[in-house]
């Protein structure tokens, strides 16, 4: 289909400040939930988190969320 997106990853984001912006950096799931735990972890690390979320992105997986550990995902040849 011509002018659809296709979702191919899940980001972690969160908002440390009352500007209304929101924070990520280069992980990139192949799931909602594996985002979601991962910036659920990250929040428990950083004081400064005041919310966070997980947004649909058409960047490829980078990695995965696998026992509450980060995994890199090996790259196609």
Not at 38 to 45: G, T
Request: net charge negative; charged share 35%.
């Amino acid at each position: 289909m011509i002018g659809v997106a296709r979702i191919m990853s899940y980001k972690p984001e969160v908002q440390t400040d009352d500007s209304g912006k929101w924070y990520s950096n280069a992980l990139r799931f192949a799931t909602k939930e594996e985002a979601e735990a991962n910036v659920r972890d990250l929040m428990m690390r950083w004081f400064a988190v005041r919310e966070t979320r997980a947004t649909e992105c058409d960047d490829p997986v980078t990695h995965q969320w696998v026992d509450s550990k980060l995994k890199e995902v090996e790259k196609a040849p």
